[in-house]
């Protein structure tokens, strides 16, 4: 069977158990603040487990795009080095939402792998939960009878909580699991090793394909555990790991997912695959990330530098250096493996198709600016080996090595390789102490505490805020929350006119009313597991009553402005700079509008303006809102309605149309473009390859704007007497300054020698030692060293120079007085110090000073002591 077949079958096969198919969620997660990825099925079903959202389908299946690079699972490092850990992949999964239980996803799960794809039993192992003394739960006795009906006591092997216990955090909902373990070993093999014993023992034939978890447990914030109300049955299978043991295969990389792909690389480079362990490695580790980085990017994760995109950027970085190191790439050359991804790909992700220009893009610019920093990182090495070298030592500091890694994107793999070649090495445990710092920061910046939450009603939350600014409610639960050590609560209303951040719209403000007429203050409100929070510093003194809620709606109406004006400029960016415009990120706040968007180039001012134009021209044509809530979604894409890539939507979307535009979105809006009054870009930039942003504001904002330059205007009129060609009257002003400053010059030179003159023939003799001593007004820091030059080359001239002299200048400039001074070389060599002595007379001027021994100066404060700070300076 092709992957492509075994991947219908699977949805096939539970569809005919009545499951309802629903398609992958996107990889990239936005609006959870705990997970920055997918990384299990279950993800996308997280809130209804946790009862925040309805069911509205007891038996789903699909196939998930998940990604396994931070947090709790991380598998980046073992990807490349073994055969069946990929950082993308797909999760084949069934799902149970409070209908069948255990019984039916064993019985379902071994029919679906040995009556239709006929994989052979005696390969295949099970395990079961061994039980946990700790947390009052005995073996899962219930999960094993089950399997003995099906297969051989003896493959059913018991599991320990690490490996068979699964929980979706330190609290929340939690149970044993079942895994299926297949042997692929060939039989000669077989018969010398009982496969039973290879079971976890990370036997890269031996491996887990598929998960069943019975989740039946909460578990609270004392650590204790409840009965789940609703049990869930959620699975995962591996399917790259399905498709090689359909395909007879002993590698994810040699199934016809990867296949083609290796064999580019193989073409590009010039080595054949399997030709060496470091070369194999390295087009393994090229073909993964290569379809990590491309999907990131299709969902809306642009390479960056910090959080998600940061992961992403790192990821690509490690397949440029394993080419770079083991298959002598040392030009860009992932970006062109693009071609190949999309035919293997592109069918099942047409995503990646329309989105190939821009992908190819963001990977060449990423590759070329990475192998620069490879460059600059190798020869800051090479330094640090050289003078290692010269010191005798053969071990690089943990911390230099660091620096290179976490400073130049420099793997400690690469340091270690090259440090290698020239017989040395790195002290890892400074290394791995010091990487043990940074995470224990990030740690402690992003720990949030909770506790348990406290219910006080029941019922569901209802955003009624589309409609209203004001509603009666009650509070249906709360918790408190500490995060950086702040603390705060969260509430849940039974109704809430508050909009929730979402979708770049940031949360309402308002406050809360209760009876008596106490007022609380929400300072913010969130989405957290689809959960709308409202954030208050303290709790109202009754919290059971029934109160009254209402937004800040100043505030939500300037926040509605700018959300409806990026409509308008998203769909006027299409109509002036192409149809290639896609919305790449927005965020729109109270103050202004941001919008990214995919274009290759900078917009140049009349575009701005255009753009600016043609927007203002649809906010005076005054379009009423078209507010169309629960449409299918086809019916909505049918209406022209711009969808994401990248954002999960529902069956049922909202459309709002405003004149010609029609975007999907669950923000709020004005009730006519009119209500907008203006809007004005303020800024247009470049925040990735291929991504620009536009800064916009609109209504009041752009009022102000116009008040502030206007105001500023009227001042400059005023300095240039109200002139009627203002920026003539600038520019001559302007020429006459450089004119004047011309001249001053001139004047300043010719004071100089004067002066130099005058001085000259005023030289006192002190002790042998010809001395010049003069006190300068007005004289700049720069002029004095003129004159001291001046001097030195004047008598240089005359042939003097052989006899002792020293000059000593004070001067005062702008209310400050400074001290110049100069010794002639044969005064440095008997040991003078003009540094030294400026110290010293320094104090005098309440300031201090440098240079060189033959020369220095020193800036101060008190203008009363300059002369006696010139009278300390002797020899
Ligand atoms: P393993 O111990 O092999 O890493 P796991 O215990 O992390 O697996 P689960 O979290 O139970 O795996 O995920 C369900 C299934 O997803 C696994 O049975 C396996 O088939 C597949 N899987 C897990 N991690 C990966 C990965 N990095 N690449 C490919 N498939 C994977
Ligand atoms: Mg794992």
């Known amino acids: ?63 998930q795009k998940c990604l396994r690079v931070s947090g709790k699972h991380n598998d980046l490092e073992e990807v490349g080095l073994d055969t069946y850990h990929h950082t993308m992949f797909e999760m084949l999964g069934n799902w149970s939402f409070g209908d069948y239980f255990k019984k039916e996803a064993i019985e379902w799960a071994w029919e679906y792998l040995t009556e239709v794809l006929k994989l ?38 018991n599991g320990n909580k690490k490996d068979n216990f699964w929980e979706m955090g330190d609290t929340g909902p939690c149970g044993p699991c079942s895994e ?42 004392d650590g204790t555990l409840e009965d789940l109300p609703a049990k869930v049955i959620d699975t995962g299978m591996g399917f790259e790991r399905l498709c090689m043991a359909m395909q007879g295969k002993t590698s994810n990389y040699d199934t016809d997912i990867f296949q083609p792909i290796i064999q580019t690389i193989a073409n590009h480079s010039g080595i054949a695959y399997g030709k060496s362990e470091k070369s194999d490695i390295a087009m393994r580790v090229i073909a993964d990330h290569l379809r990590t980085i491309a999907f990131s990017i299709t969902d ?40 190949v991804l999309c035919d293997v790909m592109g069918e099942a992700y047409p995503e990646l198709l329309s989105q190939k220009e821009l ?9 070329e600016s990475f192998l620069r920093t490879l460059d600059t990182g190798i020869k800051l090495l090479d330094k640090q080996i050289t003078s290692s070298r010269q010191e005798g030592k053969s071990v690089i500091s943990g911390v230099d090595a660091f620096t290179l890694y976490d400073t130049f994107g420099f793997p400690l793999d690469l340091t270690e390789l090259i440090l290698r070649e020239n017989g040395m090495s790195v002290n890892t445990d400074e290394f791995n102490a010091e990487m043990q710092k940074q995470k224990d920061r990030a740690r402690n910046a992003a720990s949030v505490e909770a506790t348990d939450w406290v219910h006080l009603n029941e019922g569901e939350s209802q955003f009624v805020g589309y409609d209203i600014a004001t509603t009666e409610t009650k509070i249906l639960r709360y918790r408190k929350v500490t995060h950086k050590k702040k603390s705060f609560y969260q509430i849940v209303l039974s109704k809430t006119p508050f909009y929730a951040e979402m979708g770049g719209q940031v949360g309402d403000k308002g406050i809360l009313i209760d009876s008596k007429g106490d007022k609380t ?57 192409g149809s290639h415009i896609e919305q790449k990120g927005s965020y729109v706040s109270a103050e202004s509008l941001r919008f990214d968007f995919s274009h290759y180039q900078k917009l140049t001012k009349e575009e701005i303006r255009a753009v600016e134009k043609e927007v203002n021209r649809k906010i005076r044509s005054n379009y009423p ?52 009054g203006m809007m004005r870009i303020v800024s247009e930039s470049s925040i990735a390859s291929g991504i620009r942003r536009i800064e916009a504001i609109t209504g009041r904002a752009v009022e102000d704007m116009i008040d502030a330059q206007q105001d500023m205007c009227g001042s400059i009129k005023e300095l240039y007497n109200n002139s009627p060609d203002i920026i003539k009257a600038i520019e001559r002003s302007l020429n006459e300054n450089l004119e004047l400053k011309k001249q001053v010059e001139v004047f300043e030179q010719q004071r100089i020698i004067s002066l130099r003159d005058t001085l000259m023939s005023n030289i006192d003799n002190e002790g042998g030692v010809n001395v010049i001593r003069s006190i300068q007004k007005d004289m700049s820091a720069d002029n004095v060293k003129g004159l001291v030059f001046n001097i030195r080359n004047l008598i240089a001239e005359k042939g003097s120079a052989d006899q002792p002299f020293m000059i000593v200048i004070g001067a005062v400039y702008n209310d400050k007085p400074s001290l110049t001074l100069f010794l002639s ?33 020193a800036g101060g404060r008190n203008i009363n002591g300059l002369q006696k700070a010139m009278d300390m300076i002797k020899l």
């Open 1 to 63: 069977m092709t992957s492509k077949e075994i991947r219908q079958s699977f949805l096939d096969f539970f569809a005919s158990k009545n499951h309802k198919i629903v398609p992958s969620a996107p990889m990239v997660i936005k609006d959870d603040p705990t997970l920055m990825f997918t990384n299990a099925g279950m993800n996308q079903f997280k809130n209804i487990i946790l009862g925040n959202d309805p069911i509205k389908y007891p038996r789903v299946a699909d196939s």
């Open 120 to 157: 052979d039993k005696n390969r295949l192992y099970v395990t079961v939960f061994e039980g946990s003394p700790n947390d009052n739960i005995t073996r899962d006795d219930e999960a094993s009878y089950i399997w003995e009906q099906l297969i051989d006591k003896d493959r059913i092997i």
């Open 180 to 221: 299926i373990h297949i042997d692929i070993r060939p039989d000669e093999q077989r018969k010398k090793i009982d496969g039973k014993t290879l079971v976890n023992k990370d036997h890269p034939q031996v491996i887990e394909i598929w998960n069943n978890v019975f989740m039946q447990y909460n578990r609270k914030v």
């Open 300 to 339: 809306g994760q642009l390479p960056s530098n910090a959080k998600a995109g940061y992961v992403i950027r790192r990821i690509l970085r490690r397949a440029v250096r394993y080419g770079y190191t083991f298959l002598n790439q040392q030009n860009a050359f992932i970006y062109r493996l693009l071609d």
């Open 359 to 367: 992908i190819g893009k963001v990977i060449r610019e990423e590759e």
């Open 521 to 577: 203050m929400i300072f913010d409100t969130k989405k957290e597991n689809n959960l709308s929070v409202h954030l208050v510093d303290k709790l109202p003194v009754s919290i059971d009553g029934i109160f009254t809620a209402k937004i800040d709606e100043d505030y939500r109406m300037a926040i509605t402005c700018n959300h409806s004006a990026t409509h308008l400029l998203h769909e006027t960016l299409r109509q002036i700079l």
């Open 625 to 676: 809102l078209e507010e169309m809530r629960d449409i299918p979604i086809a019916e909505a894409q049918k209406m022209g309605a711009m969808a994401l890539f990248g954002e999960k939507y529902g069956e049922t979307v909202r459309v709002i149309r405003m004149g010609t535009s029609t975007e999907l979105c669950g923000g709020t809006h004005i009730d006519a473009t009119g209500n907008i």
């Open 825 to 857: 070389d044969e005064l440095v060599e008997k040991g003078y110090s003009a540094v030294n002595l400026i110290r010293t007379a320094a104090k005098e001027i309440q300031g201090g000073g440098g240079g060189q021994p033959h020369f220095a100066t």
